[in-house]
Protein backbone atom coordinates (compact mmCIF):
# COMPACT_ATOMS: atom_id res chain seq x y z
CA UNK A 1 0.00 0.00 0.00
CA UNK A 2 1.65 3.34 -0.97
CA UNK A 3 2.05 6.01 1.90
CA UNK A 4 -0.93 7.99 0.05
CA UNK A 5 -3.15 5.17 0.98
CA UNK A 6 -1.45 4.63 4.14
CA UNK A 7 -2.17 8.32 5.19
CA UNK A 8 -6.21 8.01 3.86
CA UNK A 9 -6.41 5.01 5.81
CA UNK A 10 -5.65 6.66 9.18
CA UNK A 11 -7.73 9.33 8.73
CA UNK A 12 -10.50 7.87 7.77
CA UNK A 13 -10.06 6.00 10.99
CA UNK A 14 -9.77 8.83 12.97
CA UNK A 15 -12.81 10.22 11.65
CA UNK A 16 -15.08 6.93 11.74
CA UNK A 17 -13.83 5.52 15.31
CA UNK A 18 -16.56 5.78 17.83
CA UNK A 19 -15.15 6.43 21.94
CA UNK A 20 -13.72 3.59 23.02
CA UNK A 21 -15.43 3.75 26.20
CA UNK A 22 -15.27 0.72 28.49
CA UNK A 23 -18.76 2.02 30.48
CA UNK A 24 -22.34 2.10 29.05
CA UNK A 25 -24.76 4.79 30.20
CA UNK A 26 -28.43 5.13 30.21
CA UNK A 27 -31.22 7.14 30.07
CA UNK A 28 -35.01 7.23 29.35
CA UNK A 29 -36.29 9.60 26.65
CA UNK A 30 -39.68 10.70 25.69
CA UNK A 31 -40.01 11.30 21.94
CA UNK A 32 -42.45 13.28 21.20
CA UNK A 33 -45.62 13.16 18.68
CA UNK A 34 -48.21 15.71 17.61
CA UNK A 35 -51.08 14.04 17.81
CA UNK A 36 -50.22 11.18 20.37
CA UNK A 37 -48.88 10.41 23.68
CA UNK A 38 -44.80 10.47 23.29
CA UNK A 39 -42.83 7.52 22.85
CA UNK A 40 -40.97 5.81 25.55
CA UNK A 41 -37.15 4.68 24.17
CA UNK A 42 -34.45 3.35 26.10
CA UNK A 43 -30.89 5.00 25.16
CA UNK A 44 -27.92 3.43 25.78
CA UNK A 45 -24.25 5.39 24.98
CA UNK A 46 -20.36 5.64 25.32
CA UNK A 47 -19.58 7.41 29.03
CA UNK A 48 -16.34 7.31 31.22
CA UNK A 49 -18.60 7.42 34.46
CA UNK A 50 -18.47 4.42 37.09
CA UNK A 51 -21.34 1.92 36.15
CA UNK A 52 -23.48 0.21 38.83
CA UNK A 53 -26.04 -2.83 38.14
CA UNK A 54 -29.30 -1.98 37.57
CA UNK A 55 -32.72 -3.88 37.20
CA UNK A 56 -34.74 -3.27 33.60
CA UNK A 57 -37.89 -5.18 34.14
CA UNK A 58 -37.13 -8.69 33.66
CA UNK A 59 -33.49 -7.92 32.91
CA UNK A 60 -30.48 -6.45 34.47
CA UNK A 61 -27.49 -4.07 33.34
CA UNK A 62 -24.21 -1.92 34.80
CA UNK A 63 -24.63 0.72 33.30
CA UNK A 64 -23.96 4.76 34.66
CA UNK A 65 -27.56 5.92 34.73
CA UNK A 66 -27.46 9.60 33.57
CA UNK A 67 -24.36 9.86 32.73
CA UNK A 68 -22.62 12.28 30.54
CA UNK A 69 -22.01 11.06 27.04
CA UNK A 70 -18.16 10.90 25.47
CA UNK A 71 -17.41 11.22 22.18
CA UNK A 72 -18.38 12.30 18.79
CA UNK A 73 -19.92 12.00 15.74
CA UNK A 74 -20.80 8.46 17.22
CA UNK A 75 -22.89 5.61 15.05
CA UNK A 76 -26.33 5.10 15.96
CA UNK A 77 -28.51 1.43 16.24
CA UNK A 78 -32.50 1.67 16.49
CA UNK A 79 -33.61 -0.70 18.45
CA UNK A 80 -37.10 -2.81 17.44
CA UNK A 81 -38.26 -5.12 20.02
CA UNK A 82 -41.19 -8.34 18.98
CA UNK A 83 -45.21 -8.16 19.76
CA UNK A 84 -45.96 -7.89 23.06
CA UNK A 85 -42.04 -6.60 24.29
CA UNK A 86 -40.58 -3.11 25.80
CA UNK A 87 -37.79 -1.15 24.97
CA UNK A 88 -36.17 -3.38 27.51
CA UNK A 89 -35.53 -6.66 25.83
CA UNK A 90 -32.36 -6.28 24.57
CA UNK A 91 -30.55 -4.24 27.48
CA UNK A 92 -27.56 -6.68 27.53
CA UNK A 93 -26.90 -6.20 23.58
CA UNK A 94 -27.71 -2.43 23.87
CA UNK A 95 -25.39 -2.27 27.19
CA UNK A 96 -22.76 -3.88 25.17
CA UNK A 97 -22.61 -1.69 21.68
CA UNK A 98 -22.72 1.48 23.60
CA UNK A 99 -19.70 -0.10 25.28
CA UNK A 100 -17.96 -0.31 22.14
CA UNK A 101 -18.86 2.96 21.07
CA UNK A 102 -22.30 3.08 19.59
CA UNK A 103 -25.65 5.31 20.93
CA UNK A 104 -28.55 2.91 20.66
CA UNK A 105 -32.01 4.34 20.82
CA UNK A 106 -34.69 1.29 21.82
CA UNK A 107 -38.04 2.17 20.86
CA UNK A 108 -41.53 0.59 22.64
CA UNK A 109 -43.59 0.26 19.98
CA UNK A 110 -46.76 2.46 20.31
CA UNK A 111 -50.21 -0.14 20.03
CA UNK A 112 -47.78 -3.60 20.21
CA UNK A 113 -46.41 -3.70 23.60
CA UNK A 114 -46.84 -5.71 26.97
CA UNK A 115 -49.10 -2.43 28.07
CA UNK A 116 -51.13 -1.92 24.78
CA UNK A 117 -51.86 -4.23 21.85
CA UNK A 118 -54.96 -2.68 20.07
CA UNK A 119 -52.38 -2.03 17.13
CA UNK A 120 -50.53 -5.73 17.59
CA UNK A 121 -51.53 -6.37 13.97
CA UNK A 122 -50.64 -2.46 12.39
CA UNK A 123 -47.90 -3.77 10.85
CA UNK A 124 -47.28 -0.47 8.89
CA UNK A 125 -46.52 1.09 11.84
CA UNK A 126 -43.67 -0.37 12.86
CA UNK A 127 -41.56 0.55 10.21
CA UNK A 128 -42.61 3.86 10.19
CA UNK A 129 -42.21 4.68 14.53
CA UNK A 130 -38.44 3.27 13.25
CA UNK A 131 -37.67 5.98 10.94
CA UNK A 132 -39.44 8.85 12.99
CA UNK A 133 -37.29 7.68 15.97
CA UNK A 134 -33.71 7.90 13.51
CA UNK A 135 -35.12 11.24 12.55
CA UNK A 136 -35.55 12.07 15.80
CA UNK A 137 -32.26 11.34 17.35
CA UNK A 138 -30.89 12.85 14.63
CA UNK A 139 -32.63 15.98 14.55
CA UNK A 140 -34.40 16.20 17.90
CA UNK A 141 -32.81 14.58 20.57
CA UNK A 142 -30.98 15.45 23.41
CA UNK A 143 -28.03 13.35 21.66
CA UNK A 144 -28.31 14.82 18.06
CA UNK A 145 -25.03 16.91 18.68
CA UNK A 146 -23.08 13.81 19.12
CA UNK A 147 -24.70 11.66 16.83
CA UNK A 148 -23.02 10.94 12.92
CA UNK A 149 -26.06 11.11 10.65
CA UNK A 150 -24.14 8.83 7.82
CA UNK A 151 -23.76 6.27 10.25
CA UNK A 152 -27.35 4.33 11.49
CA UNK A 153 -28.20 0.68 11.69
CA UNK A 154 -30.97 -1.10 13.23
CA UNK A 155 -31.74 -3.97 15.46
CA UNK A 156 -34.72 -5.97 15.45
CA UNK A 157 -36.12 -9.38 16.90
CA UNK A 158 -39.34 -11.17 15.88
CA UNK A 159 -41.73 -8.74 14.84
CA UNK A 160 -38.99 -5.74 15.11
CA UNK A 161 -36.73 -8.06 12.85
CA UNK A 162 -39.72 -8.43 10.57
CA UNK A 163 -39.41 -4.17 10.77
CA UNK A 164 -35.93 -3.30 10.40
CA UNK A 165 -36.06 -5.27 7.27
CA UNK A 166 -39.53 -3.69 6.15
CA UNK A 167 -37.95 -0.15 6.95
CA UNK A 168 -34.18 -0.59 5.29
CA UNK A 169 -36.66 -1.24 1.84
CA UNK A 170 -38.19 -4.68 2.06
CA UNK A 171 -41.83 -4.66 0.27
CA UNK A 172 -43.79 -7.10 2.27
CA UNK A 173 -47.25 -8.29 0.94
CA UNK A 174 -49.57 -9.59 3.74
CA UNK A 175 -52.03 -10.89 1.39
CA UNK A 176 -49.57 -14.07 1.55
CA UNK A 177 -50.85 -14.06 5.07
CA UNK A 178 -54.00 -16.12 4.10
CA UNK A 179 -52.43 -18.98 2.46
CA UNK A 180 -50.01 -19.33 5.13
CA UNK A 181 -52.53 -19.43 7.71
CA UNK A 182 -54.54 -22.03 6.06
CA UNK A 183 -51.21 -23.90 6.01
CA UNK A 184 -50.46 -23.17 9.43
CA UNK A 185 -53.17 -22.18 12.17
CA UNK A 186 -51.38 -23.44 14.91
CA UNK A 187 -48.37 -20.53 14.38
CA UNK A 188 -48.17 -17.49 16.38
CA UNK A 189 -48.57 -15.04 13.66
CA UNK A 190 -51.88 -16.55 12.67
CA UNK A 191 -53.45 -17.26 16.11
CA UNK A 192 -52.58 -13.41 16.55
CA UNK A 193 -54.18 -12.36 13.52
CA UNK A 194 -56.72 -14.50 13.98
CA UNK A 195 -57.71 -12.70 17.23
CA UNK A 196 -56.91 -9.04 16.56
CA UNK A 197 -57.95 -8.54 12.75
CA UNK A 198 -55.64 -5.44 11.29
CA UNK A 199 -57.26 -1.82 12.25
CA UNK A 200 -59.02 -0.34 9.42
CA UNK A 201 -56.55 0.79 6.59
CA UNK A 202 -53.44 -0.52 8.02
CA UNK A 203 -53.40 -3.47 5.02
CA UNK A 204 -53.54 -0.69 2.75
CA UNK A 205 -51.00 1.61 4.46
CA UNK A 206 -47.94 2.52 2.46
CA UNK A 207 -44.19 0.68 4.27
CA UNK A 208 -42.13 3.34 5.03
CA UNK A 209 -38.22 2.79 4.06
CA UNK A 210 -35.68 4.51 5.54
CA UNK A 211 -32.47 5.19 3.27
CA UNK A 212 -30.46 6.35 6.22
CA UNK A 213 -30.09 2.70 7.45
CA UNK A 214 -26.76 1.50 6.42
CA UNK A 215 -26.85 -1.96 8.08
CA UNK A 216 -29.65 -4.51 9.41
CA UNK A 217 -29.35 -7.46 12.62
CA UNK A 218 -32.65 -9.36 12.04
CA UNK A 219 -32.85 -11.95 14.72
CA UNK A 220 -36.18 -14.67 14.31
CA UNK A 221 -37.88 -12.39 11.76
CA UNK A 222 -41.44 -12.59 11.91
CA UNK A 223 -43.61 -12.35 8.67
CA UNK A 224 -40.42 -13.52 6.69
CA UNK A 225 -42.53 -15.31 4.07
CA UNK A 226 -44.73 -12.04 3.41
CA UNK A 227 -40.98 -10.71 1.67
CA UNK A 228 -41.31 -13.64 -1.08
CA UNK A 229 -38.75 -13.83 -4.10
CA UNK A 230 -39.20 -10.01 -5.15
CA UNK A 231 -40.20 -8.12 -1.87
CA UNK A 232 -36.27 -8.13 -0.03
CA UNK A 233 -35.01 -6.75 -3.43
CA UNK A 234 -34.88 -2.89 -2.15
CA UNK A 235 -32.96 -4.18 0.75
CA UNK A 236 -28.72 -2.83 -0.33
CA UNK A 237 -27.89 -2.36 3.63
CA UNK A 238 -25.54 -5.08 4.48
CA UNK A 239 -27.46 -8.02 6.20
CA UNK A 240 -26.91 -10.04 9.41
CA UNK A 241 -29.79 -12.81 10.16
CA UNK A 242 -30.15 -15.00 13.14
CA UNK A 243 -32.50 -18.22 13.21
CA UNK A 244 -33.39 -20.09 16.03
CA UNK A 245 -32.73 -24.40 15.56
CA UNK A 246 -35.46 -24.79 17.77
CA UNK A 247 -37.84 -21.94 17.46
CA UNK A 248 -41.32 -22.99 18.47
CA UNK A 249 -43.32 -19.70 18.05
CA UNK A 250 -42.07 -18.93 14.60
CA UNK A 251 -41.51 -22.97 13.68
CA UNK A 252 -40.41 -23.97 9.77
CA UNK A 253 -38.87 -22.34 7.28
CA UNK A 254 -41.45 -19.81 6.81
CA UNK A 255 -39.22 -16.77 9.00
CA UNK A 256 -36.02 -16.38 8.75
CA UNK A 257 -35.21 -19.51 6.70
CA UNK A 258 -37.35 -17.71 3.88
CA UNK A 259 -35.69 -14.41 4.51
CA UNK A 260 -32.31 -16.11 4.12
CA UNK A 261 -33.99 -18.25 0.73
CA UNK A 262 -34.86 -15.09 -0.92
CA UNK A 263 -32.40 -12.07 -0.27
CA UNK A 264 -30.45 -12.66 -3.70
CA UNK A 265 -27.49 -11.50 -2.04
CA UNK A 266 -24.48 -11.96 0.28
CA UNK A 267 -25.67 -11.77 3.66
CA UNK A 268 -24.11 -13.30 7.68
CA UNK A 269 -26.74 -15.71 7.90
CA UNK A 270 -26.13 -17.37 11.51
CA UNK A 271 -28.63 -20.78 12.66
CA UNK A 272 -28.43 -21.23 16.53
CA UNK A 273 -28.20 -24.99 17.45
CA UNK A 274 -30.67 -25.74 20.18
CA UNK A 275 -32.17 -22.01 20.22
CA UNK A 276 -35.70 -21.18 20.87
CA UNK A 277 -37.62 -17.82 20.13
CA UNK A 278 -37.20 -16.27 23.46
CA UNK A 279 -33.32 -16.87 23.73
CA UNK A 280 -32.81 -13.79 21.72
CA UNK A 281 -33.87 -12.16 24.52
CA UNK A 282 -31.93 -10.83 27.32
CA UNK A 283 -31.27 -13.28 29.98
CA UNK A 284 -33.80 -13.19 33.18
CA UNK A 285 -32.15 -11.48 36.36
CA UNK A 286 -35.51 -12.33 38.16
CA UNK A 287 -37.77 -15.01 38.54
CA UNK A 288 -40.64 -14.17 36.03
CA UNK A 289 -44.30 -13.99 36.68
CA UNK A 290 -46.18 -17.30 35.53
CA UNK A 291 -47.94 -15.80 32.80
CA UNK A 292 -44.27 -14.46 31.66
CA UNK A 293 -42.13 -17.57 32.44
CA UNK A 294 -41.61 -18.66 28.73
CA UNK A 295 -40.19 -15.31 28.21
CA UNK A 296 -37.34 -16.82 30.67
CA UNK A 297 -37.05 -20.55 29.80
CA UNK A 298 -34.60 -22.02 27.69
CA UNK A 299 -34.20 -25.79 26.65
CA UNK A 300 -32.46 -28.07 29.16
CA UNK A 301 -28.76 -27.94 28.25
CA UNK A 302 -29.03 -24.52 26.41
CA UNK A 303 -26.68 -21.98 28.51
CA UNK A 304 -28.66 -18.19 27.80
CA UNK A 305 -25.70 -16.34 29.36
CA UNK A 306 -23.22 -17.92 27.26
CA UNK A 307 -25.11 -17.61 23.83
CA UNK A 308 -25.64 -13.90 24.46
CA UNK A 309 -21.92 -13.50 24.75
CA UNK A 310 -21.07 -14.53 21.79
CA UNK A 311 -24.20 -12.92 20.32
CA UNK A 312 -23.62 -9.93 21.86
CA UNK A 313 -19.82 -10.02 20.22
CA UNK A 314 -21.10 -10.97 16.90
CA UNK A 315 -23.37 -8.00 16.54
CA UNK A 316 -21.32 -5.66 17.87
CA UNK A 317 -18.61 -6.58 15.27
CA UNK A 318 -20.89 -6.61 12.47
CA UNK A 319 -22.05 -2.99 13.33
CA UNK A 320 -18.57 -2.15 13.55
CA UNK A 321 -17.01 -4.20 10.55
CA UNK A 322 -20.65 -1.93 9.14
CA UNK A 323 -20.31 1.51 10.56
CA UNK A 324 -17.22 1.98 11.79
CA UNK A 325 -14.46 0.00 10.09
CA UNK A 326 -12.78 2.12 7.05
CA UNK A 327 -13.82 0.77 3.48
CA UNK A 328 -12.70 1.38 0.08
CA UNK A 329 -9.00 2.36 0.26
CA UNK A 330 -8.08 0.72 -2.55
CA UNK A 331 -4.23 -0.65 -2.48
CA UNK A 332 -1.64 1.15 -4.48
CA UNK A 333 -3.63 4.46 -4.43
Given at each position: ??L???LA???L?????????????F???????P???PV??????????????????L???????????V???????????G?G?S???????????????F?????????????????A???????????????WM?????????????RVG????S????????????E?D?????D????????????????????A???????V????????????P???F??????????????????????????????????H???????????????G??D???PC???P?????H??A??????????H?????????F?????V?????????
Amino acid sequence: MSLRALLAAALLTAAATPALAANAGFMVLKQPRPDAPPVEVGVWYPTDAAPSPMRLGLNAQTVAAGAPIVGERLPLIVMSHGNGGSFAGHADTAQALAEAGFVVAALTHPGDNYRDQSRATAMTDRPAAVSSLIGWMLDGSPLKAKLDTDRVGAFGFSSGGFTVLAAAGGEPDLSRMADHCRAAPNNFDCKLTASRPAPAGALTAPWVHDPRIKAVVAAAPALGFTFGEDGLRGITAPVQLWKAADDQILPGDDYAEAVHRNLKRPHDYRVVANAGHFDFLAPCATTPPVDLAHLCASAPGFDRQAFHRDFNAAVVRFFTDQLVAPKDVAPGR
